[in-house]
């Protein structure tokens, strides 16, 4: 079976990209294990509707020299590269054309562990930011929700050792999010890399 690949557009002027074998299962299954067991993984508290709370997941936020990256009140201090993140880094690099000075890691630990409804359009991420998500573990759903009609719902189920790429002006006309399941799942892994403007050249 060939491995799922495609581009859809999102109106008015977002792109989605879904490679689902973008890594092969050895080099996904490596990768997993090594940032489950090497990665200093952080819970933090963020502000939402005025109340601060804890992340239900773990992040963890690496990249080069002076990287500083702000969402909901929290402001992450890029950690230096762990190796297996800069392999990935560097192939993303070279498929997609563009440079990434940062990525924030996400560890699902279940299916209680979450990621509200947002967009990617912090000030610093730029207009039209280039967001490459490398997925690695167990499948969670992905969903996509235009932000004029709500309604308007876009899904995917990102593989073990899948890319997803957004670009264009999507981060300004939808948000994503990867909501809780009472499915069992295992650990699921997702590595966000983005280009943070203004800390790093």
């Known amino acids: 079976m060939e491995s799922e690949v495609y581009v859809k557009s999102l109106e008015p002027d977002g792109v989605v990209e879904y490679h689902e074998s973008w890594l092969d299962s050895s080099q ?5 294990n090594e940032l489950t067991e090497e ?12 109340k601060r709370i804890v992340q239900p997941r773990l992040v963890c936020f690496q990249g080069d020299p002076g990287v500083k990256y702000t969402y909901s009140g929290d402001m992450h201090a890029a950690k230096g590269w762990h190796r297996a993140v800069s392999s990935i880094r560097d192939r993303l690099e070279h498929h997609c054309g563009v440079r990434f000075n940062s990525v924030l890691m996400n560890l699902y630990r279940d299916g209680n562990d979450s990621m509200g409804w947002h967009a990617d359009d912090e000030r610093e991420l730029g207009d039209n930011p280039f967001i490459a998500s490398v997925s690695l573990g167990g499948i969670r759903r992905f969903v996509l929700r235009s932000v004029v009609d709500r309604g308007n719902k876009f899904e995917i189920k ?11 002006a999507l981060q300004h006309h939808w948000q994503h999010q990867v909501p809780r399941t009472r499915r069992p799942v295992g650990p699921r892994i997702n590595l966000t890399f983005r280009r943070v403007l203004g800390t790093s050249e």
């Open 28 to 32: 996904a299954d490596a990768r997993m």
């Open 39 to 50: 990665i200093n993984w952080e819970r933090r508290w963020v502000r939402l509707f005025g």
């Open 158 to 168: 990102p593989a073990h050792g899948s890319l997803i790429v957004m670009r264009g």
